[in-house]
């Protein structure tokens, strides 16, 4: 009889890449901004994940002998290390937004983003041509087959209450980029985001501190069998709040 079972890994991921933005911002008024953004995918020339994984399970005592007839009171199992090595390209993201000034005491501004994600890619120029050539035909055409381009929306507002203390707020909604088609039910994927925080400003220092509220469900499935109907995902819910301090020192 199993009196302890234990499954680890260790997971590790490295890599670099290259992306370039631009944008520019047009004044129409005085009290009008009006931006536009470019960020262009970004090129990871090469990841390399690295897995661990390990199985120790405790048994009784005298519940199970190995070939030599002595009690076996555990049992590990050590997973061979597993190492992958490939380049991936991230979604195309355009921008654009508009704030309306209110004199020098605070601004509201609203934003607009679009991400392809229909535009990512991968491969693995590090196995042969024939393998890369494999891999990127089945996994290329999933991020068609599964993914949909998105659209995300920021609103935020700042005000100055005194000569140096200010404070803001804003609202965020990141769209789901997966299909419809791609859960069995609606988990509600989009993200919702609300944050708010202070400011305090002279010209020596600043000070910053902020507050944001996320919320958004995920899926979750541990294994999946040839008949969808013998298996089930759990749908969870995942809430949580960060909080960033920054300091400054003009010179």
């Not at 509600?188 to 400011?199: A, C, N, V």
């Not at 499935?221 to 995942?238: D, F, G, W």
Request: glycine content about 8%; overall charge neutral.
């Amino acid at each position: 009889m199993v009196n302890n079972l234990a499954y680890t890994e260790d997971y590790s991921a490295s890599g670099s890449g290259l992306n370039l933005s631009f944008g520019m911002i047009y004044r129409p008024l005085d009290i009008v901004r009006v931006g536009f953004s470019v960020t262009t995918p970004t090129w990871y020339s090469n990841i390399s994940e690295t897995k661990d994984a390990s199985l120790y399970a405790a048994f009784n005592p005298n519940m199970q002998n190995d070939n030599n007839g002595k009690p076996i009171s555990s049992i590990q199992y050590n997973l061979n290390q597993q190492i992958f090595d490939y380049q991936l390209t991230t979604p195309l993201r355009m921008a654009t937004g508009v704030a309306f000034f209110l004199g020098k005491k605070g601004f509201v501004s609203a934003d607009v983003e679009y991400v392809n994600y229909k535009g990512m890619s991968v491969g693995s120029s590090d196995s042969p041509a024939s393998v890369n050539a494999d891999f990127k035909s089945i996994v290329n055409p999933e991020f068609k087959n599964r993914f949909d381009n998105a659209f995300n929306f920021k609103v935020g507002a700042e005000y100055k209450i005194s000569g140096i203390f200010n404070v803001r707020a804003g609202v965020a909604s990141k769209a789901n980029p997966y299909k419809a088609s791609f859960d069995k039910q609606d988990l509600g994927r989009t993200i919702l985001q609300i944050s708010g925080g202070f400011g305090v400003r002279t010209s020596d220092y600043y000070i910053d501190f902020a507050l944001v509220n996320s919320s958004y469900n995920t899926g979750y499935t541990p294994y999946e069998l040839s008949n969808p109907n013998n298996y089930y995902s759990a749908k969870i819910s995942n809430t949580f709040t960060s909080g960033v301090l920054s300091f400054g020192l003009f010179f």
